[in-house]
Every structure is written in C-alpha cells, then in structure tokens.
C-alpha cells in the first residue's frame, strides 16, 4: 500500500478499517491483507499485489523481478515512484530497468493501456515491487467545504472526513450518526462509501444547511434537529458515530459548559453506538474515559499554526 498525507500512523490506523495485519514497512508503505472496498480509503493512494521487497537500489529490484514466478500474459507498463523524495532514485533508469526484465520474460510494453502495470516503490530503507490491484478515488477537491452548498468557516476538509468516516466504520449496511453535524460534512462522505448516515445539531440553520449538502451529494441521508446529550434514538440503533466538537475558539460555548456539554454527550453516543471518533481541538481523553469509554488511539494532527485536532478513537 502507498500511503498519503504525512502521518503513517493515522494512515494506517484507516487502511485498517478495510484490511487486516496492516504493517508499515518503510515511510508512505505499508502491507495488508484482507483487503475490502479499498477505494473508498482517503489516505492510500495504491494497492499492489506485492512481488517482494529489497533494498531500494535498482540492481536489488531487477534481482526481485528477475527472480519472481510471472506468467508474460498481455502487456505491461511499469512506474517507478520515489515515495515522498527520501531517496533520490532515478525513476526514469529503474522503469527502463525493470521493463527490459519484463521484455525478457516475454511481455509486449504498452504505456498507454497495459493489461497490467508493476509498481515500484522506493522509500527509506527499502524498495517494494508489485502489481497494481487499485487507485484510490481521488476526488476529494470536488467537494471542497467553500464549493458545497451550504458553508460555514472551520468545516473539515472532505479528505480527513472520509478518513474518519471510515475509522468509525462507515460501509454498506452499517448505520453512522453524527450528533453535532454541523454542515454534515463527515456524514456526506460516509454515506458516499455507502453507509446509512443521521445526523444531529442543536441549530436550526445547521441542520437546513446539512440537508442541503445531503441533497448535493447523497441518495439519502437524515438529519434532525436534536440535543447531542438526549438523542432520540434507541439503544444501540447505531453501528458507530463520529463527531467533532465545538473548538472554545471558535464557538459560544466555553469552559466548564463544554467541558460538561462534550462529557454528556460522550455518555449518551456511548448508549446508542459501540464505537465512536471524537475530534476535538484539545485532548479529551479523560472526558471520554469518565464517560466509559476505552480510548483505543489518539492522533494529533495539526491544520495550521494555531490549531491541531485531537482525534480520539474510542471503543
């Protein structure tokens, strides 16, 4: 797996909704098995099925290739990428490499339209070779917060939304809730990898404003004015929920309000969903933990200078 962004850890902590015995093996690498609906995954570029691995010299990866059992059928294009610069290889010499071992082994060469394509990945430390399997959907820019229909300022990029969608457990047949909605931009690329999203928010305008963002981008979706610390929902009607706090910053409430808002809230997801992601821009492990919850990993991952989101995935 070619990882993105710059975090593996929480690049990996994604891929392993959708696959099992998820490894790293190098920065921007990973392994996995298990592999399910890996397209929807937002921070893994490519799948390949794996050749082998070698150190990241080319004469090592034409030794790999050399040594593989490959049936020559159909035609061939071979990519060489050095996975975010760490190693200065040139990629040009390792594809005219690798493709004349491929020539040798009786493969035709078509860069246009190859009935299969080899990766080869360098990284620190290591070079992986595979078959490509999958590209993920790369388009996250087409639903940009500013470019929705409805908009307000600090929504989340669509990118991290699907991530923590998926963290969550969004997937067909699976039920997501959202009990501070906002603009329903995390429940909007849930539903897009094919879960049954609701959403909950205390504002009026929210909740219009998610409806019509629903209304943009999915079949169906339901959204509905609500009280995250008395949701009207049965017990355990959800398969899991993902939300992101109100920032002190940036909203009315503060101090020992949202400090109480955020911990009932907790308590009461806790009643309708075996597991939820909590973003917050402040840890809240302890919160989370007085609630019942187990936070199972945190990542800390910074927007800009002055302000890092908290991610809490707790089960």
Not at 2 to 25: H, K, M, Q, T, Y
Not at 213 to 221: A, C, P, Q, V
Not at 247 to 263: C, D, K, N
Request: hydrophobic residues 40%; proline residues 5%.
């Amino acid at each position: 797996m070619e990882l993105a962004g710059d975090s593996d850890p929480f690049a990996v902590r994604e891929a392993e909704s959708r696959c099992s015995a998820v490894e790293p093996i190098a920065p921007g690498l990973a392994t996995a098995r298990g592999v399910d609906r890996p397209d929807a995954l937002a921070y893994t570029r490519r799948i390949c099925r794996l050749v082998g691995t070698c150190d990241p010299e080319i004469e090592t990866a034409v030794a790999v290739l050399r040594a593989a059992a490959i049936d020559p059928t159909g035609s061939v294009a071979v990519r060489a990428r050095d996975v975010r610069g760490l190693t200065g290889i040139d990629t040009q010499a390792v594809e005219r490499r690798l493709g004349s071992v491929l020539v040798d082994r009786g493969f035709s060469v078509d860069l246009d339209d190859p009935d299969r394509t080899l990766l080869a990945f360098f990284s620190e430390d290591v070079a992986a070779l595979g078959w490509l399997e999958t590209e993920t959907v790369r388009d996250f820019s087409t639903r940009k917060p500013t470019d929705k229909p409805f908009f307000q300022p600090g929504s989340m990029d669509s990118m991290d939304a699907r991530a923590l969608s998926n963290i969550c457990g969004a997937g067909p047949g699976k039920r997501i809730l959202d009990p501070m909605c906002g603009t329903g931009g995390i429940l909007v690329e849930a539903g897009l990898v094919g879960a049954t999203v609701v959403g909950v928010d205390a504002q009026e305008k929210m909740v219009r404003g998610a409806r019509r963002n629903f209304d943009e981008y999915l079949d169906r979706g339901t959204v509905v004015r609500g009280d995250a610390t008395r949701l009207p929902f049965a017990g355990g009607s959800f398969d899991g929920a993902v939300f992101d706090a109100p920032y002190g910053r940036q909203s009315r409430i503060e101090g020992e309000s949202l400090e109480r808002l955020v911990g009932d809230a907790l308590g009461e997801v806790r009643r309708v969903a075996s597991r939820t992601v909590l973003v917050g821009d402040r840890p809240w492990n302890d919160a989370a933990e007085a609630a019942g919850w187990t936070v199972t990993d945190r990542f800390d991952r910074r927007v800009h200078a002055s302000l890092i989101r908290y991610v809490h995935v707790l089960g």
